[in-house]
């Protein structure tokens, strides 16, 4: 619960892009590796566990994570350039920061209480308690999908799982008798920083100089409503997306398209901005469909006015693809408003399956617009290559695309001949506007045109839902924007595994590649889930569940095998290999064939296989206790690495289906170090 | 006094500065990071390239020192740079003992532009401009539009060629009367913009300089004697605010103000109004008394409305309430042409005569409906309206 309310604590307080997640995960697994080393040390040092030292221990898992959430807001106000987004060096400082004290000691407790049950059980499986852990992750991811999310603040979550722990805590030391002060002492402390997390709540959120006139959390995203001199601005995940006075956005968005159709009568809208249905009713429109994934945002929009109700104006609150492919209505225009294509989920509305969806639902002569990030007099060079990718995808599904620059770059497309002259169409019209019928003459002149035309790059690859070229590029321009070279931080990750890995034995080896391809293929699953069937919230929450689920009857089934650890290694390492290609196969032949159940089956088998290897490694081999703490450490160093490894690098570099066969071939080198070292032990 | 909100910052931004130079660009102290202090540029060392290029040109402004040093006299960042280094604004260099600009001739961004654009509202109307830039920009505002040019090496964006006489012909061809320095920062390409100038002054074209105004005395007393108008970026009328926003100060900014002023160049003066940062409107008032103590009430000015850009993406627009507001309380302090910038068909894009108040100018977009003025004064009172109108 702790690691998903920080991670939407991280995407609101920082750009909100894959990057970020996969840092956060990064840093959170790489130090639980490393308290699942300490660990080890300590016993080392201090010798005999006990049940006190390991209520102790966890006690500050009851009251860091409330404080690190405050420190960061903190930060975030006080430290960092207020109203600035922040570069590589300040996420990853605050993430580390965030994070890494929590995943320090979970890291540190799951070998710890492996210890303190063997002080009276010897013969204490490190599957068992592997069983354990992996049922309270599924426990507490469960009850944050299902009910706390919408229900309760990450504040009031943080609270709870408090609570929880210091149940277990108040249970373990009443074990060890320890005395009434140190349970009275944790409760008060536990209770001081639930009180002072709940009570700075929402001023931690208010914005200096500006009232917060609405705080929730919905099951997307964190959305702030925030008042300025009669201003209204929604904030989705800290980044102003909707207000209330941006006329020149919303005539933009909408006149540039509906210009292109002599009599628009069903227009929709795909999460449109401010302003936007008030400019496309200006047409005439029968009917607007306005389709929006957040319910959250539609009625903080009706609330404050930044929606009004007009006759054929109806409301979809759904993830507008999964919408388009279920409708059978067609459209005179389709306007896309959505953000910015920085993350796989809003990538989704760029891509060639997309258009050609879109294309399908159009009438004829209806076109579709599409918008990006544009620039003032220069076009800098991943700006250049997102629109050149976008034109040519554009130009890959409509016979005609036309591409006006300026602020935001549009791409309107659809088969038939496009107009440049907005203003004399419009006119035509008789529709008269305030900023295009004044400002488009300079703004968006035939040389600025022409100018833009002339550098777009006809060999850019193609944006589809599989190779998602768009998102590789945000990670450019952020880079570029902040002037930070990640490459570094892959430097960083590539000598460490020097480092690392030839300290390995061949079945830590195995397990550090299997906790890879375990949270890689996790994230795979959640962007393919995406793709092919939209951010459905819940289900996308099962399927995270189901990741987790699977390890246990892995760990239990391992838990009575006793020999030919080698072979079963191998085989199930073959096994996750196997399934991996098979979805590789599918991805790249026929993709209608994959169902929502065959991700279901897809995560548990992989968890199942990934979970079954686990005790084989960590509580076989001699000198138990020492190898089960390192089973822990390589078992989350394994996973980091999947983590940064899949979002960042292999996904948006090399496409989906090719990371499904780095994948695999991580599982093959496990293979092939298993075979050659089969004397090792 | 040192407050806790100081301490944190200046503590933070000490430990980030001496962990991230390795990851940040070396030039940029990691301002996104280095928090609200002072987010100024330093100076890029051994950054030079190794030998100068075609587009080239000895600095007009430099002192030499010993070591084979240099000091670049530009403007107040005052880069001090040894052999191999690279100033503040990415666009002098040290070469062998010399201050070169490797910014001349070599135009990232051309663009034939409404003069109302830049923005100039009282000079020559509905007159086209010619626009360039180079690569490159003195300070390092957060909110910058042309942060593609302004934060970047001459050598690492697209360019033309386009040397002074050329620019001066492509101006005459595009039927535009006057060539804007203007997009990144001019100063950063000071040497290629006089020359500029100078050509297109002797070709009967006038000169416009769209400038942050960060320029040391002597240069822009040269650049006045080529100069026709200027619109000078005023960020704030706080050090403080200057210094976290934009990595400059604001005194040299005034002294600047007042020199374009007193040399009789059209000047215009340009503030955008970000909100948390400018928007004080006890710090709007003393600006506007400042301007008309020392430039008098004849300067129009604007106020613009800020949208999220660049890194300062995580703020709301400017309400236009707050611009409204700035408007008549500047028009209280005695300025006489105050307009609204970034509110597209706000009556505060028109002119009206100060002494009469009738429109004289209105202004939907970069289109002129009405235009009520005769000669250089109002139609119906005859009071001259500063500006120069033909």
Redesign the interface.
Known sequence: MVQLTMIRELLAGFEGNEFVVSLALLCWLAAGGLGSLAAWWARVVFGAPSARSLALASFPLAVLPVLQVLTVRAIRSQVLVEGASTGFLPTISCTAFMTGPFALVVGFILPWSLYVIRTGDGRYPAGRLYIVDCMGATLGGLVFTWVLVEWVTPMGILVVSSIVLLAALLRLLSVAQAGMITAAAMVFMVLAAGIAGVGLEAFTLAPRGAHLVEYRESRFGRVTLVRDHGLHTIFLDGMPAISGQDRVAAEEAAHFALAQVRRPRHVLLISPGGGMVEEVLRHGPVSIDYARTDPTVISLELAHGLLGAHAGLRVVPEDPRVYLKGTTKTYDAICVDEPEPRTFQSNRFFTREFMELARAHLNEGGVLSLSVEGYESYISEPARRRVSSLFNTAGAVFGHVLVLPGQRVFLIAGDRPMDADIPSLLERKEIRTDYISGYFSGDVSPDRIHGLMAQLDPAAPLNTDFEPYLVRLALDSWALKHAARPWILILGLGVFCALYLPRLTSREFTLFTTGCVNLGSEILTIVLFQILFGYLYYRIGLIVTVFLAGLMPGAWVAGRLSRGVRGVLMATDAGIAGILGILAAILASEPGLLSQWFFYAFGFVISVLCGLQFPLVAGITPGQDSMAARAFSVDLVGAAFGCILVSALFIPFLGIVSACLALIGLKVASIMVQAVSAHDH | MITR?SF??AG?ALV?MH??R????GG?P????A??AD?KGSVFRGDAPKRLWKYSREGYFYTKSYGNKVACDVCPNHCILNPGDRSVCRSKVNIGGRLHSIAYGNP??A????I??KPLYHFRPCTKAF?I?AAGCNIRC?NC?????S?ARPED??FIELFPAGVVKAARSSGSSSIAYT?SEPISFYEYMFDTARAARSAGITNVFISNGYINPKPLLKLCTVLDAANINLKSFSDEVYR?LNGARLEPVLSTLKTLHERGVHLEITTLVV???T?DEEMTRRMCGWIVRNLGQDHPLHFLRF??K????????T????IE?FRSLAMQEGIRYVYVG????HEGNNTYCHACGRLLIE?????LPVNNLSGNACRFCRTRIPGVWA
Not at chain 2, 30 to 33: E, L, P, S, T, V
Not at chain 2, 319 to 322: F, Q
Not at chain 2, 363 to 367: M, S
Request: aromatic share 8%; with cysteine.
């Open positions: 909100r944190l910052r933070a980030l962990s991230c390795d990851l940040c660009e940029v990691c301002a996104h990071a928090s609200g987010i990232c961004s663009n034939v532009d409404p109302e654009k626009s830039a957060l539009q042309n942060w593609e040019i934060q964006v697209r997009y976290r909100p948390g940062y928007d949208f999220p660049y890194k300062l993406d995580r703020l709301p627009p309400p236009i309430a707050v507001r970034n509110i597209p068909s202004r939907r977009g970069y289109i």
